[in-house]
């Protein structure tokens, strides 16, 4: 460990909760250089929907590689680009109604953030963008501006400007999207008109706040209203993790702009993508670019996640049952625990137990890692436990990471009670 801690910045966060040197990884588990196995509810933070290493994609990217297929290519035109397209096109856009463009940007979620919000003040000639309490977008600037998390924005270290925050669904019982309407319709409220509207409909960093199919209806409606443009935010809450590839389609809207990153490499391969309406592809080209915006290897591998998972509804029934695995956890540890935790977050593989404490969700991930669990915590003072498994997860697998959790449950349960009495 010496090394990391002379020579590594202080930035780092994960590598502080997880304090061993890991060395190598396979589907939901991960493996330390002495041999200590942790099965892994983190998954990249939702960058390893399929998992660690997953074969199919293996293969593919070593056939590809062997061949001395294209690694870098800036935007230039590649065999592996057109596989991916295509198959983005055949499994995910066709079945769904849907059609887009793809713009590859640097290969980072931030990135694509950035990306859309440019593309949304050039289209409209406006420069405001909605945002919301307790929304997470990125740490670089123009996204930081939207993100809410006070601890990240504080590392700006200069204002940050051209966003408008309104209140989530379920934010202190106001009703954001009612006064958003008042507020476009009055002309003396100091809104300036914006160019877009930029949500996730699960707040991931957030604390996994989960705007319901109405909401969001509502939310389409108005901006179409209005003319303002809707961004989902979908690169951790996409690529399957709520259930459906994208996070929206229960609630049958069609953003105008959609980011997709973390999971849509398949491989956890560094890929970012902006999907927006043909008639907003207003770029010149080069406007918005990145030297590492065509990663061939993550082409291969995200074109053989979307044919192998997405090709037919058999992967989305198999999060769907895993799903309800988690919720009947967490609903016993609610009804078990009363005074520990307040409720269920989140859908899909998205979900957490909010803590009556941040200090109880410290103790209680703290604990799951001393048991052989990786699992992190989230929301404005990290209050939630959040199950972030891969997708790919057996149930037997899913069923010992619950079992680690309730078993740290009770382990600081028994502290406070010591502590009480």
């Not at 892994?40 to 590689?65: T, V």
């Not at 003319?227 to 809207?253: H, K, M, N, Y």
């Not at 973390?262 to 970012?272: E, F, R, T």
């Not at 907003?280 to 996640?305: I, S, Y």
């Amino acid at each position: 460990m010496d090394i990391f801690k002379k020579k590594e910045s202080n930035v780092q966060s994960y590598a502080k909760n997880f304090p061993v040197v890991f060395s190598t990884a396979k589907g939901s588990w991960l493996y330390t250089k002495d041999g200590d196995a942790y099965l892994d509810f983190l998954a990249g933070a939702g960058s390893l929907n399929y998992g660690h290493n997953n074969a199919i994609f293996k293969m593919a990217l070593l056939e590809y590689i062997d061949k001395d297929g294209i690694t870098h290519g800036l935007d230039m035109h590649s065999e592996a680009k057109a596989e991916f397209l295509s198959a983005l096109q055949t499994y995910i856009f066709e079945p769904r109604s849907l059609n887009y463009k793809v713009q590859f940007t640097g290969p980072t979620g931030t990135n694509a953030v950035e990306a859309a919000m440019k593309l949304a003040r050039k289209v409209t000639g406006r420069s405001n963008i909605i945002a919301f309490t307790n929304g997470f977008h990125g740490c670089s600037y123009g996204a930081l501006a939207a993100t809410g998390n006070q601890h990240h924005r504080g590392g700006a270290g200069m204002g940050l400007s051209g966003v408008t925050r309104l209140p989530y669904e379920g934010y202190a019982d106001i009703d954001g999207l009612a006064l958003f309407e008042t507020m476009l319709c009055d002309n003396s409220s100091g809104l300036d008109k914006p160019a877009a509207v930029l949500v996730e409909t699960v707040q991931g960093e957030g604390g996994l706040n989960a705007a319901s199919n109405e909401w969001l209806q509502r939310l389409a409606k108005i901006c179409k209203a209005h003319d303002v443009l809707l961004i989902v935010d979908d690169i951790q809450a996409g690529c399957g993790r709520t259930g459906t590839f994208f996070s929206f389609e229960p609630s049958g809207i069609q953003p105008d702009i959609v980011t997709l990153s973390k999971s849509i490499g398949g491989y956890g391969l560094p890929m970012a993508v902006v999907l927006f309406k043909p008639e907003l592809d207003q770029w010149k080209p080069g406007e918005h670019n990145g030297t590492f915006r065509g990663n061939n290897h993550a082409f291969v591998t995200a074109a053989k996640a979307l044919e192998t998972y997405w090709a037919d509804d058999e992967f989305s029934q198999h999060i769907q049952q895993r799903a309800e695995q988690v919720t009947q956890a967490i609903q016993k540890a609610l009804r078990m625990y009363p005074t520990m935790f307040t409720c269920l977050k989140g859908r899909g593989l998205m979900q957490g137990i909010e803590c009556q404490s941040g200090e109880i969700s410290d103790k209680i991930a703290r604990e799951c890692f001393r048991l052989g669990m990786v699992i992190e915590t989230a929301g404005p003072d990290d209050e939630v436990v959040k199950f972030f498994c891969p997708l790919t997860i057996s149930e037997s697998e899913l069923e010992q990471g619950l079992t680690i959790f309730a078993q740290a449950v009770e382990n600081i349960a028994s502290q406070y009670i010591k502590k009480a009495s």
